[in-house]
């Protein structure tokens, strides 16, 4: 091995980073696959104070290998109103804990697992086509190529041992600053902090790197996540720049605070790390530095996280102040909040965002349900029909992102879930184009005619109205939220609308037999009236019923 040319090294250091990057990738891609539903649910339930937060951050982020998924998570709980931005900031540090699981694995000396775990993963992905043994498999093989890479990497560099000038360039980085600056370059370059502190365990076993210089490189290179945390930002909603910001601040000010403790960080790194008395030189270096620097860097994530927690509130604060609330220009119509194509690679927690945006959609919904009395009433569907446009909007955002998921590997939990928020976007439109759309041209014709109804017609069609906004209230919250007890409400009220659809038959038949010149066009513009506010009930029968197991149907519904 110490027969390497120069360019040979390099090929070979390349290739093994190269290895490195492509492993964790795959083996985060698997982890996220395989838990990210779970680690989802775990977020959304344990964060409910700061300390609960860091440590629920730290969980998901230690299963899932990702702290910027983790934080896509957290923006969108804090967007949907589930997380206060100061519960949220809990989170993100708890994931910059998380993420030194990372340096813990890679310390290892596991250059022996390497070949039997891609073997393994290889043939489980291989046999297991569907399922979660499939994800693990994929896991399993990124683990492998990763501890792969690091042997490449690892024998790369193993004759730089006895180069002096690589020597004096090491000696360089014992410099604090020096130091950070390089792992801050190198981590903006190739977009990872893991594969920054991945490289630094590499050189320590080799014996190249010290530990206070491979503490310096750990600094730098958690502040060069801040440009990809930066760049990740660029054209998100506010909570997710700041979540950013946030993320940087803790990693800035972090790193700057310890600078000129990096000895005594160094000292604690080596009390609870194992030691190699029988080693001498380079070898020993060897043997205890890598655990050390793995150490290091759980120790300062986890002390930075102590410290800071109490000042969450002013972090968040902070955030805001350089993230403010943007103003929406009048003419955007409407912007999807949840849709985060970060996420579409773990089809478990894209098909969650999308039913968020459901969600989103079912609001504007209901809005206009709220406003429909008021807006019949002064004969002006103008603001309702503004309304269902944003509701256009969202259902083509969310089914271009329904389109890219689709691309990914469902299981059938996720294939069925996929096909059903297909099918509830389009369900969501027409019940916005029955309360405004299919009304408009009645609404015009009552306006043009100058038709004034009854006191009679007037409360029935109001009584009618309310049961009938009730009913698709119910209808949205069993679309969105797969409540079967409120689309089981909805079937109930059938009755009730049909009784009082039969009243307003026979009010208006009597009013054909009175000596009015306008009785004709009276009827017709009524009766229309009623079938489009029934329209209304129609499509929230249909949501209702779409979410309804056969069983429940066959009694409820064609007893």
Not at 257 to 263: K, N, R, T
Not at 473 to 486: F, I, K, S, T
Request: avoid cysteine; proline fraction near 3%.
């Amino acid at each position: 091995m110490n027969e390497l040319t120069p360019a040979a090294m390099v090929i070979q250091l390349l290739g093994g980073l190269a290895l490195f990057l492509y492993g964790m990738e795959k083996m985060t891609d698997g982890l996220k696959a395989a838990a990210g539903k779970q680690m989802n649910t775990l977020l959304a339930r344990l964060t409910g104070n700061r300390i609960l937060g860091a440590l629920t951050g730290a969980i998901v982020t230690a299963v899932i290998q990702s702290s910027s998924v983790t934080t896509v998570l957290v923006v969108g709980f804090v967007s949907a109103g589930l997380m206060t931005l100061v519960q949220s900031v809990g989170v993100i540090f708890g994931a910059n804990v998380g993420t030194t699981v990372t340096a813990q694995i890679v310390a290892f000396n596991t250059t022996a697992l390497a070949l039997p775990f891609i073997a393994i993963g290889f043939l489980m992905s291989f046999v297991w086509k569907q399922g979660v043994a499939r994800h693990y498999g994929a896991m399993l093989m990124g683990l492998g190529l990763l501890f792969y890479g690091m042997g490449a990497m690892g024998a790369a560099m193993a004759p730089l041992r006895t180069n002096p000038s690589f020597a004096e360039l090491l000696q360089s980085l014992q410099n604090p600053v020096l130091g950070m600056l390089a792992g801050a370059l190198f981590t903006a370059l190739v977009q990872s902090s893991s594969a920054t502190i991945g490289l630094a365990v590499v050189m320590a076993t080799q014996g190249l790197l010290s530990l206070p210089a491979g503490i310096a490189i750990l600094f730098g290179a958690k502040i060069g996540t801040g440009i990809t945390a930066i760049l990740a930002g660029i054209g998100k909603p506010q909570d997710a720049k700041r979540a950013a910001a946030v993320h940087v601040l803790f990693n800035v000010i972090g790193a700057a605070i310890w600078l000129p403790f990096i000895p005594q960080l160094a000292v604690m790194a080596q009390a609870v790390s194992p030691v190699a008395p029988e080693l001498q030189g380079i070898e020993r270096v060897a043997e205890e530095v890598p655990r050390q620097i793995a150490n290091a860097a759980t120790i300062w994530a986890t002390a930075n996280t102590a410290i800071f927690l109490p000042f969450a509130a002013w972090f968040a604060r902070l955030a805001v102040t350089i993230i403010p609330d943007r103003v929406v220009a009048e003419k955007e119509i409407a912007r999807p909040r949840y849709l985060d194509q970060e996420l579409i690679e773990v089809p478990s927690m894209a098909l969650g965002r999308a039913r968020m945006e459901l969600g989103h959609m079912s609001e504007i919904a209901g809005t206009m349900l709220a406003d429909l009395r008021s807006a019949l009433q002064a004969r002006d569907l103008g603001d309702l029909a503004r309304r269902f446009d944003q509701i256009v909007v969202l259902r083509e955002a969310v089914l271009a992102y329904l389109q890219k998921v689709g691309r990914q590997e469902f299981s059938d939990i996720e294939a069925e879930e996929h096909a059903r928020l297909v099918t509830a976007t389009g369900e969501i439109e027409s019940m916005g184009a029955a309360i405004s759309r299919e009304l408009l041209p009645l609404v015009e014709g009552l306006r043009a005619a100058e038709i004034v109804s009854s006191k009679e017609t007037t409360e029935l069609l109001d009584r009618l109205l309310e049961t009938i906004r009730e009913t698709a209230l119910a209808a949205l919250r069993a679309l969105v939220e797969r409540d079967e007890q409120a689309a089981q409400a909805v079937l109930a009220k059938r009755v009730a609308i049909l009784n009082l659809s039969a009243d307003v038959h026979q009010l208006q038949a009597a009013r054909l037999a009175q000596d009015d010149p306008d009785r004709f066009t009276k009827h017709r513009l009524q009766i229309e009236m009623l079938d489009k506010l029934r329209r209304i009930y129609s499509v929230s029968e249909h949501m209702a019923i779409s979410e309804l197991p056969r069983s429940i149907l066959a009694g409820d519904l064609y007893s």
